[in-house]
C-alpha cells in the first residue's frame, strides 16, 4: 500500500513532464512557423507589380550594357570610349549577378538576351565605326543612364521590398558615377566633331579666300 502513493506521484510527474515536452514542441513548431513566414516576406508574390516591372527593366538594360561595352571595346576608336565600355562591361556584370541572384528568390528568371528595343540599338552600333561609332554609342549611354539613374533613385526610396530597395540605394551610386563619365566622354567625342567641322570649314573659307584672290589678281593684270 506505501507504494501507491509513490507510484501515483511517478505517474503525476511523467505526466507533467510529458505535458512540458508536447509544449515545448509546440512552440518549437510555432516559432518555426514564424520564420516560414517571415523568410516568405521576400518571395516574388511580395513584389508589387511595379517593383517587378522595375527588376525586369533593371536586368534587360544591365544586359544591353555590358553587351554595347564590349562593342565598343572593340570598334570605339577613341580610347575614352574604349575604356568607358570595358567600366561598363565590369561593372554591369557584377551588378547583374548580384540581381540575378535575388531575381530567384523572388521567383523571376534573369533574361538571357536582349529585347527588341536593345537589339536595335546594338545591331545600329554594329553597323558604325570610328568617330561616328563613339558619337552614337555615348549618346545611347547618356541617354541610358540618365533614365537610369531616375528609376533607380525611385526605387531606392519607394519600393515596397526591402531587399529591392537595399539594391537599388547600392547600385545608385556607380550609375551616377557612369553618368557622369558618359557626360563626359560624350564631350570629349562630341567636342573633337565640332573642332574636326571647324577646321574643315576654315580650310574651306581659306581656299575659297585663295582662289577668289587669285582670279582678282588674274582679272587686274589683264
Known amino acids: ?13 511523467g505526466g507533467a513532464s510529458g505535458s ?34 522595375f527588376v525586369q527593366e533593371a536586368a534587360t538594360g544591365g544586359l544591353a550594357e555590358v553587351e554595347l561595352g564590349r562593342l565598343a571595346e572593340q570598334k570605339a576608336e577613341s580610347q575614352s570610349v574604349k575604356d568607358f565600355g570595358k567600366r561598363m562591361v565590369t561593372d554591369h556584370t557584377k ?13 523571376m528568371s534573369a533574361p538571357t538576351s536582349l529585347d527588341s528595343k536593345h537589339q ?15 558619337r552614337e554609342y555615348m549618346n545611347t549611354m547618356m541617354k541610358d543612364h540618365q533614365k537610369d539613374v531616375s528609376d533607380f533613385q525611385k526605387e531606392s526610396t519607394s519600393a515596397s521590398n526591402s531587399e529591392l530597395k537595399a539594391f537599388a540605394s547600392k547600385t545608385l551610386p556607380t550609375l551616377q558615377e ?3 563619365l558618359a ?36 582679272g587686274s593684270s589683264r
Do not use: I, Y
Not at 500500500?1 to 510527474?13: A, K, N, V
Not at 551588378?95 to 521567383?107: F, P, R, T, V
Not at 536595335?120 to 563613339?134: I, Q
Not at 564631350?187 to 582662289?211: D, H, L
Open 178 to 180: 557612369h553618368l557622369q
Open 120 to 134: 536595335s540599338a546594338k545591331d545600329k552600333l554594329s553597323k558604325l565605326s570610328g568617330a561616328e561609332f563613339d
Open 95 to 107: 551588378a547583374n549577378d548580384e540581381l540575378k541572384s535575388q531575381m530567384k528568390n523572388w521567383g
Open 1 to 13: 500500500m506505501s507504494q501507491t502513493p509513490g507510484s501515483s506521484s511517478g505517474s503525476d510527474m
Open 20 to 53: 512540458a515536452t508536447s509544449g515545448s514542441r509546440s512552440s518549437r513548431t510555432s516559432t518555426m512557423d514564424q520564420g516560414s513566414a517571415g523568410s516568405g516576406s521576400s518571395g516574388g508574390a511580395q513584389l508589387s507589380s511595379s517593383d517587378r516591372q
Open 183 to 218: 557626360q563626359q566622354v560624350h564631350g570629349e567625342v562630341n567636342g573633337k566633331a565640332a573642332s574636326s567641322s571647324s577646321s574643315s570649314s576654315k580650310s574651306s573659307k581659306s581656299s575659297s579666300s585663295s582662289s577668289t584672290g587669285s582670279s582678282d589678281s588674274s
